[in-house]
């Protein structure tokens, strides 16, 4: 488990330094929100379409590492490629560039965690959930922050090379990761395989809810990213230090995904995914208010804290609703549509941050929040359901 633990949490480094990196990159060289957003969403719009298949070749397949590794080869390619692109080529070049790196993306938000029952006894499965949930939030603490810094210190450019950096070294530690046997041995042929991904996502009522509650977070966090550096402006800090609130959200998340881990095993996940994304957003209603720095700053932590225990459950919710023979293919399939819907935010955000201001944005995310858990109590209403508890 420490080679595991390693291995994802290099990966989600590098892909949630990407994420900040890109919006900076483009907005320095181009001065262009909509092409900032239309960058992000071409990184993460791919997953769309991919995450399925890949889910459904994961689950057959006994090949997991290299498709693990080769998912970092390309990011880092990729990203050295935009240097030499972005505000010296034609526009489209650059979100063509991004989706090429993006095409793999669910390996790293989905194709790891798919792993976890396989590696864990179903006793301890809570507290890995926990540690998966802080390594996602460890690569989101330090992501932003390592690219808002490495970008006010030195360069923008700077911060891409260290994405490359931590691509490879990412590829070393998976070198580490134990081969799994495929979970599917039969002869199901493979886009029947894969329907059968989509169809049970979307007839488990319980997997349902929590699905949709978390895609619609991962789309109003879109409109976030591209908001928070434009918001700066009005606080007179640098663009650069957006990368410092989403630290901020992190730990906050990454402490209450920790200290709360093993009560969350008292209530049904998807209760716990509604209730704290809800309350998450209704922190974020203040974030309008703040008239310094850091008063976002710590109302940005205590948002955090609320919405820490969404993950974890989030994860629980996949592996208790879902047999073991499914779950690359659920896990990377609900990751695409969570980094699809990222994508159209991050494009949304692009027009709609100059329309209507910074202050404005904020309220929108803060009610898409609240209507996200909403959404995802009505999405779970149904009559009965099997619950499924790891094969």
């Known amino acids: 488990m420490p080679s595991y633990y390693v291995a994802a949490t290099l990966a989600r480094l590098a892909d949630e330094m990407v994420a900040f990196t890109l919006v900076l990159l483009v907005l320095e060289r181009t001065d262009s929100p909509a092409l900032a957003g239309l960058t992000g969403a071409a990184y993460a719009l791919p997953a769309v379409v991919t995450g399925p298949l890949l889910g459904a070749w994961l689950d ?35 979100p063509v560039l991004a989706a090429v790196a993006g095409a793999t993306l669910p ?63 990412s590829i070393v530690a998976i070198t580490r990761l134990p081969a799994l046997p495929q979970a599917v041995t039969g002869g199901e042929p493979f886009m029947a395989s894969v329907i059968g991904g989509l169809a049970h996502l979307a007839r488990t009522p319980r997997l349902r809810a929590s699905t949709v509650t978390t895609t619609l977070l991962l789309g109003v966090m879109g409109i976030l990213l591209i908001t ?3 918001h700066m402006e009005s606080l007179g800090m640098p663009t650069s230090a957006a990368g410092y609130l989403w630290t901020a959200l992190e730990v906050g998340s990454v402490t209450t995904a920790l200290a709360l881990g093993r009560l969350q095993t008292r209530w049904r996940p998807e209760y716990v995914v509604m209730v704290s994304v809800a309350a998450y957003g209704l922190a974020m209603l203040t974030w309008p208010l703040a008239g310094s720095f850091g ?32 779950q690359g293919r659920v896990s990377t399939t609900a990751a695409s549509l969570r980094v699809g819907t990222a994508a159209l935010g991050q494009a949304a955000g692009g027009l709609l941050v100059p329309a209507i201001g910074t202050h404005k944005a904020l309220l929108v995310v803060a009610i898409g929040l609240v209507a996200a858990a909403v959404l995802g109590r009505v999405a779970g209403v149904q009559t009965r359901e099997p619950v499924l508890s790891g094969g």
């Open 228 to 230: 928070l550096p434009l």
């Open 107 to 169: 390996m790293v938000s989905g194709g790891f965690t798919s792993m976890l029952p396989s590696l864990v006894p179903q006793e301890r499965l809570a507290r890995a959930n926990s540690l998966e949930a802080a390594s996602f939030g460890a690569a989101t603490i330090t992501g932003p922050a390592t690219a808002a810094t490495i970008s006010a210190v030195f360069s923008v450019e700077t911060a891409v090379l260290v994405i490359a950096l931590a691509a490879t070294l």
């Open 60 to 94: 057959r397949t006994p090949y997991r590492r290299s498709a693990l590794a080769l998912n970092q080869a390309v990011l880092g390619v990729v990203m050295l490629s935009l240097l030499g692109v972005v505000g010296h080529s034609s526009h489209w070049v650059t």
């Open 295 to 326: 008063v976002l700053l710590l109302l940005a932590a205590v948002a955090g804290l609320l919405q820490g225990p969404t993950m974890p459950a989030m994860f629980a919710a996949r592996q208790q609703y879902s047999p073991q023979s499914l």
